[in-house]
């Protein structure tokens, strides 16, 4: 069964003994609503953005979203051999024990024990039934642009790519990686140069997946391919006062059980995608911004940009290698 969005205002909201005292610390109350400040203007809040907003801001910190009860999932739900990976468990703990201490189960308000967020993203083959926007649309485009004329293929390629989060990661980079080009520079021999450097793709997709908000009714993981670029659109602002220029020197998590789950998960074996630089899907150190920087850099030439779009969504833009070359030098390549 899948979640409306008052099941996920529902249970955000849940996790608040009294949202007016809360309320009243962090936006203005009128008799008309709740309002937040835009700029010069004030706009009322609605119900969805009041949960999202709840969520991230509570000074009590009592519960994060990824470590809430997802209401329609049994524990049954939770396939052994995806939560297996995640378990250190001893020869005493029941299936129940393990679940909760790495954090992908609690008990609900009735006491039962159910899966968490986080267990539903990691635990499940697809975590769409309960979170209906968790999964990665990635499009290559035709061109340098969107374009919808008529009698025009403007879509090269296209997926919905579901599954647990590191399933989605490895299935976008598979995605970049089959529907990117490849250059070549003749010196004393050939030298394929791709598009894209795919450790950096990896960071990017792993952090998209690891830190966006999953609270953010209707708004997905967007992976979009263009001749000179690609990019990558995560939902949610920056969390914990970071900004976009601090991004390379911070480090702050929105979803922690997801990112500690995701530092258990080891990396499958791809070797089309040559990412033997990790055991794990992410380090917890802080790296992952610097080395989409760098090596996007070291590759095209052009620092790849972070972009904060309406404090709701987080753009990367990563600049291909050789956009600025005759089209000619670059072939499609497919894998096999």
């Known amino acids: 069964m899948k979640l409306d969005m008052n099941d996920q205002v529902k249970y955000t909201l849940a996790m608040f003994n009294s949202i007016s005292e809360l309320l009243d610390k962090i936006v203005h109350q009128s008799p008309g609503g709740y309002f937040h400040r835009v700029g010069s203007s004030k706009r009322q809040m609605p119900p969805d953005y009041l949960a999202r907003l709840f969520q991230q801001r509570s000074q009590a910190r009592l519960i994060r979203f990824d470590e809430q009860v997802v209401p329609q999932a049994n524990l049954d739900d939770l396939k052994e051999s995806l939560w297996q990976r995640f378990s250190t468990q001893r020869t005493l703990d029941s299936n129940e024990d393990a679940l909760i201490k790495i954090g992908m189960a609690r008990q609900d308000e009735d006491g039962v024990i159910r899966p968490t ?110 001749d000179d670029r690609l990019e990558l659109y995560s939902p949610g602002t920056i969390p914990n006062t970071m900004t976009v220029d601090s991004l390379p020197y911070r480090q702050s998590a929105r979803n922690e059980t997801i990112t500690s789950l995701l530092a258990r998960c080891p990396v499958p074996v791809r070797d089309n995608l040559s990412l033997s630089h990790r055991t794990y899907m992410m380090d917890k150190r802080g790296e992952g911004v610097p080395i989409i920087l760098q090596r996007s850099r070291e590759l095209s030439g052009h620092s790849p940009e972070y972009k904060l779009i309406d404090d709701a969504e987080l753009l990367l833009t990563i600049y291909a290698a050789g956009s600025d070359k005759d089209a000619s030098c670059l072939s499609r390549m497919s894998l096999s």
């Not at 989605?168 to 529907?179: D, E, G, L, P």
């Open 117 to 226: 967020v986080s267990g539903i993203l990691v635990g499940t083959e697809d975590p769409r039934r309960w979170l209906p926007n968790a999964y990665i649309q990635a499009v290559a485009y035709r061109g340098v642009e969107i374009r919808t004329d008529n009698n025009f293929n403007y879509q090269l390629d296209a997926d919905d790519l579901a599954g647990p989060l590191d399933t989605q990661v490895i299935a976008a980079c598979t995605f970049v990686r089959k529907n990117m080009r490849i250059g070549a520079r003749k010196t004393q021999g050939r030298m394929d140069i791709p598009q894209y450097d795919m450790i950096a793709v990896f960071e990017a997709l792993v952090n998209a997946a690891a830190h966006r908000d999953y609270s953010i009714y209707g708004s997905k993981i967007r992976l979009r391919m263009f």
